[in-house]
T-cell receptor
Framework: NAGVMQNPRHLVRRRGQEARLRCSPM?????VYWYRQLPEEGLKFMVY????????ESGMPKERFSAEFPKEGPSILRIQQVVRGDSAAYFC??????????????FGPGTRLLVL | DQQVKQNSPSLSVQEGRISILNCDYT??????FLWYKKYPAEGPTFLIS?????DKNEDGRFTVFLNKSAKHLSLHIVPSQPGDSAVYFC???????????FGAGTILRVKS
């Protein structure tokens, strides 16, 4: 059973370019979460999605960042017009749909974005 | 506003001894707590969790203790092994919600 897949693992962009980060959840998981980790810090929640729905985007910057989880295909985190401060590790997590209780989130290996 | 705090940036322990990692939280709405382990250049790996209705949960060498009145939880690893050397993150969620709030992490080094 493959885990959460993220690609690319490393991404280099120049200021002003677009970055697209992809996440395929674990088989059977229908919930996807994106987190960002800046150097020397913990992970910070960005957005929580289910198929074709954004459930909670309270951690997303208001501009330049967007996320989607289409009916078919991976979840995409898009950062437009990247700036140096966007350099970070971006982690995706997934969890199964449960009828009750709290769902444990399982993380992918991350995408390390470097903005030059 | 740091709602989850791990005040020890690092901890060094001898192989075979107990490792105790601590975590404090400020949000009384948190009702589910998790510990993750992270190696460099990898994603966090889930270790163990505890619901606020319990004060202890055990899984093999790992035990998590929750003290709700003190808003404090700890992870005990016994016996510690060199392969346990990693960064350990405490995380919390509130009200069945799915947003995890993470601490800054504690680097554990287990010396052989």
């Amino acid at each position: 059973n493959a885990g959460v897949m993220q690609n690319p693992r490393h991404l280099v962009r120049r200021r002003g370019q677009e970055a697209r980060l992809r996440c395929s959840p674990m088989k059977g998981h229908s919930h996807v979460y994106w987190y960002r980790q800046l150097p020397e810090e913990g992970l910070k929640f960005m957005v929580y999605l289910q198929k074709e729905n954004i459930i909670d985007e309270s951690g997303m910057p208001k501009e330049r960042f967007s996320a989607e989880f289409p009916k078919e295909g991976p979840s995409i985190l898009r950062i437009q017009q990247v700036v140096r401060g966007d350099s970070a590790a971006y982690f995706c997590a997934s969890s199964p749909r449960l009828t009750g209780g709290v769902e444990t989130q399982y993380f992918g290996p991350g995408t390390r974005l470097l903005v030059l | 506003d740091q709602q989850v705090k791990q005040n020890s940036p690092s901890l060094s322990v001898q192989e075979g001894r107990i490792s105790i990692l601590n975590c404090d939280y400020t949000n009384s709405m948190f009702d589910y707590f998790l510990w993750y382990k992270k190696y460099p250049a990898e994603g966090p790996t889930f270790l163990i969790s505890i619901s606020s209705i319990k004060d202890k949960n055990e899984d093999g060498r790992f035990t998590v203790f929750l003290n709700k009145s003190a808003k404090h939880l700890s992870l005990h690893i016994v016996p510690s092994q060199p392969g346990d050397s990693a960064v350990y993150f405490c995380a919390a969620s509130a009200g069945g919600g799915n947003k995890l709030v993470f601490g800054a992490g504690t680097i554990l080094r287990v010396k052989s």
